[in-house]
């Protein structure tokens, strides 16, 4: 009769189970959507746009995208 073996019990220590806890609550920080920004943030910024180009009329719609994108990005 051929001898049979067994493989030791892999021994999970509870430091090893925090990190992966931790790593996961990590990811889904990082995969949750972002609150968008508010009206209010995206005016001032946009505003202030438009006064670092001199007050040039006419790019409004552009200030406003390009303030709302750069407040999305942070």
Do not use: N
Not at 7 to 18: G, I, L, M, Q
Not at 55 to 65: F, L, Y
């Amino acid at each position: 009769m051929a001898k049979k073996t067994t493989r030791p019990k892999t021994d999970v220590r509870e430091t090893d189970a925090h990190i992966d806890i931790d790593q996961a609550e990590d990811r889904a920080r990082s995969l949750s959507v972002a609150a968008p920004p508010a009206q209010d943030e995206i005016r001032v910024l946009a505003y202030q746009k438009f006064l670092d180009r001199g007050g040039a009329h006419g790019k409004d719609i552009d200030d406003w995208v390009d303030a709302e994108r750069e407040l999305r990005a942070r």
